[in-house]
């Protein structure tokens, strides 16, 4: 079974600009939760779909948004973006949210420059 | 406001040794407490879990325990090996919540032959 692919693994924008990071889950899984790891605040919950509705959500600012489709993959999105938004953005996936059964993918490294 | 905290952010052990790594949390509404390992380049990979109602989860060579009065657990590796040289995050899911952990800022352990 694959496991957990995040596209683009690296990107490099700067302030102001968008960002769009794509997550494909494994083959099955409908919860798809997004993360932000950052040397100072550890792993931050930014939210978490479930076929195609946001479950829940973490305390991040509006200009992160996300959403998933109808296969469940899913795309999170920053806006307006700033030098504190570097980070490794880390998606994982699980059946039904269950946290023994999540898996997560590689990361995306976003530098804002 | 952290309310899961490793406080050892780094720790270094000898192979065949224990390991012993801790974690404490604030909020008493945790109902579940995981620890996920995490290798450079990749994303974390759960290890171990337990619920808020068992003091004690045993899996191979990691134990996982918990102390709900002092708001402690700790995971024990026995014997250690330089395989298990990673970043080690202890995460705790908020009671009734789904998709959602707080995770601490991870200890990252060094395993010496």
């Known amino acids: 079974k694959a496991g957990v692919t995040q596209t683009p693994r690296y990107l490099i924008k700067t302030r102001g600009q968008q960002v769009t990071l794509s997550c494909s889950p494994i083959?099955?899984?409908?919860?798809v939760s997004w993360y932000q790891q950052t040397p100072g605040q550890g792993l931050q919950f930014l939210f978490e779909?479930?076929?195609?509705?946001?479950?829940n959500k973490g305390n991040f600012p509006g200009r992160f948004s996300g959403r998933q489709f109808s296969n469940s993959r899913s795309e999170m999105n920053v806006s307006t973006l700033e030098l504190g938004d570097s980070a490794l953005y880390l998606c994982?996936?699980?059946?039904?949210?269950?946290?023994?059964?999540?898996?997560f993918g590689p990361g995306t490294r976003l530098t804002v420059l | 406001d952290q309310q899961v905290k490793q406080n050892s952010p780094s720790l270094s052990v000898q192979e065949g040794r224990i390991s012993i790594l801790n974690c404490d949390y604030t909020?008493?509404?945790?109902?579940?407490f995981l620890w996920y390992k995490k290798y450079p380049a990749e994303g974390p990979t759960f290890l171990i879990s337990?619920?808020?109602?068992?003091d004690k989860n045993e899996d191979g060579r990691f134990t996982v325990f918990l102390n709900k009065s002092a708001k402690h657990l700790s995971l024990h590796i026995v014997p250690s090996q330089p395989g298990d040289s990673a970043v080690y995050f202890c995460?705790?899911?908020?009671?009734?919540?789904?998709?959602?952990?707080?995770f601490g800022k991870g200890t990252k352990l060094s395993v010496k032959p």
């Open positions: 994982a996936s699980s059946p039904d949210g269950s946290y023994n059964e999540q898996f």
């Open positions: 083959s099955g899984h409908r919860s």
């Open positions: 779909y479930f076929s195609e509705t946001q479950r």
């Open positions: 909020n008493s509404m945790f109902d579940y």
């Open positions: 337990i619920s808020s109602i068992k």
């Open positions: 995460a705790a899911r908020p009671g009734g919540s789904q998709g959602n952990l707080i």
